[in-house]
């Protein structure tokens, strides 16, 4: 198993509306939560990084759930320039684990 | 630009050479990793270092693979004898760890495309 999961999609979503990934991690002792987002050929970069407490960014809500292991986050009014790859990141001992990512494709 | 930079940003080799490439961090950040990343992968952890001590290796490094940062600033990777399975993207991240808990947010350079023939 994966230490990080996620669905890699793509999922084809009509612009307008909201959208959600999860991402499991199989070890405990992670310690920091990332989503980073990566276009076509591009370098990763940072979206938001994901509290106990959850935390919003505009449209963007990340969540974390440490009893199920899992980080989520949510997209409301997608937007066209939203699609891209999504990375899921887990932190532990300052080793960085990197999701395969969640293709998302917003549809006009 | 303050960004992480890297050189160069494309490389074609014939099987069996060596190559070098170059990472510029954020001139503050103490951090410098190195990461490699294959179509529909997220990038894999090869390596990284703390000022100018490398600290973690990761199993995919072979033992043709070797990182430096010999003085805390910029690092270089040098992959010897390439194989047609080292084709990929190299990606250089940097961050500024401080003592206590920290998030480690990482910020990555353009990468370096390298194709083996």
């Known amino acids: 198993r994966k230490e990080v999961e996620q669905d890699p999609g793509p999922f084809n979503v009509p612009e307008g509306a909201t959208v959600a990934f999860n991402c499991t991690y199989s070890n405990s002792a992670s310690q920091s939560f990332f989503w980073y987002r990566q276009d076509c050929r591009k370098e990763p970069k940072l979206l938001m990084s994901v509290y106990s407490s959850g935390n919003e960014d505009g449209r963007f809500t990340a969540q974390l759930n440490r009893a199920s292991q899992y980080i989520s986050l949510l997209i409301r009014d997608s937007k066209l320039s939203d699609s891209a790859t999504y990375l899921c990141?887990?932190?532990?001992?300052?080793?960085?684990?990197f999701g395969k990512g969640t293709r998302l494709h917003i549809l006009p | 630009d303050t960004g992480v930079s890297q050189d160069p940003r494309h490389k074609i080799t014939k099987r069996g050479q060596n190559v070098t490439f170059r990472c510029d961090p954020i001139s503050e950040h103490n951090r410098l990793y190195w990461y490699r990343q294959t179509l529909g992968q997220g990038p894999e952890f090869l390596t990284y270092?703390?000022?100018?001590?490398?600290?973690?290796k990761s199993r995919l490094l072979s033992d043709r693979f070797s990182a430096e940062r010999p003085k805390g600033s910029f690092s270089t990777l040098e992959i010897q004898r390439t194989e047609q399975g080292d084709s990929a993207m190299y990606l250089c991240a940097s961050s500024l760890a401080m003592s206590g808990p920290s998030l480690n947010e990482q910020f990555f350079g353009p990468g370096t495309r390298l194709t083996v023939l």
């Open positions: 270092f703390q000022n100018e001590a490398q600290l973690e």
């Open positions: 990141v887990v932190n532990r001992d300052d080793k960085i684990i």
